[in-house]
């Protein structure tokens, strides 16, 4: 795939930020001087529209007298402008690109901390507000908590094993080891067609993870694992990676921009 390498490599708070929006345009307060027919001049709506949007059985208002000036449907338009409902084969950057905002806010709006997204879901695509996510606890947590409370040493001697095999399942224990300079890329940018070298469609599937590797030293279409990435088939070749070098495929523009240059452990599983 051409590519330019870069080696410098949630909803419900957003509804109570659409909501008092929607409030502050919906209503109108009275001014001395102003009559009915102004007003519906002013928001580009008839006075029999007022009157009934506002229950009023007369042309005679009062100053600071709340009045509704859209109407339920008129809100009910503007709250849609500004959510989407995801169709088959949308990706968060499709969606991102369509209503003119950048993937990582569209992400933060939402709460999403994957590219996961499924036909039917509803996403904030306008004037959204960033949503925090909770950092998961980590599993290892409370066999630490149970071997520091264990007096014995035979209890103690439990947690420690239980660990070691935790450890064991996050790093694989077979396959050929090796210490690469790994740097990222990403198929969202100017003159990145998006296909790699194996046939892979990293637009269409940002979710995938693969790596750029130099043929000559990782076969490609091999199972790698990579050191704070996972694992990854090596399905991408790259004018820069040459020898020991990797290159980690990241959706996130700004996310490969951020990686930088690392130096990482990778194990080729087959």
Same mark, same amino acid.
């Given at each position: 795939?051409?590519?330019?390498?870069?080696?410098?490599?949630?909803?419900?708070?957003?509804?109570?930020?659409?909501?008092?929006?929607?409030?502050? *345009?919906?209503?109108?307060?009275?001014? /001395?001087?102003?009559?009915?027919? /102004?007003?519906?001049?002013?928001?580009?709506?008839?006075?029999?529209?007022?009157?009934?949007?506002?229950?009023?059985?007369?042309?005679?208002?009062?100053? *600071?007298?709340?009045?509704?000036?859209?109407?339920?449907?008129?809100?009910?338009?503007?709250?849609?402008?500004?959510?989407?409902?995801?169709?088959?084969?949308?990706?968060?950057?499709?969606? &991102?690109?369509?209503? +003119?905002?950048?993937?990582?806010?569209?992400?933060?709006? *939402?709460?999403?901390?994957?590219?996961?997204?499924?036909?039917?879901?509803?996403?904030?695509?306008?004037?959204? #507000?960033?949503?925090?996510?909770?950092?998961?606890?980590?599993?290892?947590?409370?066999?630490?908590?149970?071997?520091?409370?264990?007096?014995?040493?035979?209890?103690?001697?439990?947690?420690?094993?239980?660990?070691?095999?935790?450890?064991?399942? &996050?790093?694989?224990? /077979?396959?050929?080891?090796?210490?690469?300079?790994?740097?990222?890329?990403?198929?969202?940018?100017?003159?990145?067609?998006?296909?790699?070298?194996?046939?892979?469609?990293?637009? /269409? *599937?940002?979710?995938?993870?693969?790596?750029?590797?130099?043929?000559?030293?990782?076969?490609?279409?091999?199972?790698?694992?990579?050191?704070?990435?996972? #694992?990854?088939?090596?399905?991408? #070749?790259?004018?820069?990676?040459?020898?020991?070098?990797?290159?980690?495929?990241?959706?996130?523009?700004?996310?490969?921009?951020?990686? +930088?240059?690392? #130096?990482?452990?990778?194990?080729?599983?087959?």
């Amino acid at each position: 795939m051409k590519k330019q390498i870069i080696t410098f490599t949630a909803v419900a708070a957003l509804s109570v930020g659409l909501a008092s929006q929607a409030s502050a *345009n919906s209503s109108y307060k009275v001014e /001395s001087g102003d009559t009915l027919w /102004s007003i519906s001049q002013e928001r580009n709506v008839s006075v029999d529209q007022l009157k009934g949007w506002n229950g009023l059985s007369s042309d005679i208002i009062y100053p *600071n007298q709340e009045l509704e000036v859209a109407g339920q449907e008129k809100q009910q338009q503007a709250a849609e402008k500004s959510s989407y409902i995801v169709q088959s084969g949308d990706t968060l950057f499709k969606i &991102a690109q369509a209503h +003119g905002i950048s993937l990582d806010a569209l992400m933060s709006w *939402n709460g999403i901390t994957g590219h996961w997204i499924y036909p039917g879901d509803k996403l904030v695509v306008k004037g959204g #507000t960033p949503i925090s996510v909770p950092t998961p606890v980590e599993s290892a947590a409370p066999a630490e908590k149970v071997e520091k409370a264990a007096a014995p040493a035979q209890k103690a001697a439990a947690p420690a094993k239980k660990a070691a095999v935790t450890k064991a399942s &996050a790093e694989p224990v /077979s396959g050929k080891e090796m210490t690469v300079t790994a740097t990222a890329y990403t198929a969202f940018c100017a003159g990145c067609s998006g296909i790699t070298a194996t046939g892979q469609d990293l637009r /269409s *599937n940002p979710n995938q993870k693969v790596i750029a590797v130099d043929p000559t030293v990782i076969p490609l279409g091999s199972k790698v694992w990579v050191e704070g990435y996972g #694992t990854a088939i090596a399905g991408d #070749t790259g004018g820069a990676i040459k020898g020991n070098k990797i290159d980690l495929f990241i959706p996130s523009q700004d996310a490969a921009i951020n990686f +930088g240059r690392k #130096t990482v452990k990778i194990k080729i599983l087959k």
